[in-house]
């Protein structure tokens, strides 16, 4: 199974909130990094998976000739 960043989403917004409740900037931070990653992850997997169909689109019409 492809990673699809939901956990780095996750930890990060865990992290986010704990940076939030005890006011630790760092924490905070290293959440919404968390976040971002997970969302750059999920895009690549979108991306991916968008080029995988395509290459098959191609395949199947290149051997219908």
Known sequence: ??????????????????????????????????QAIGKVKEVASDVKEKTEEVVEDVKDKLDKK
Do not use: F, Q
């Open 1 to 34: 199974m492809t990673d699809k960043g939901t956990t780095d989403k996750i930890k990060g917004k865990a992290k986010e909130v704990a940076g939030d409740v005890t006011n630790d900037k760092e924490t905070k931070a290293e959440g919404l990094l968390d």
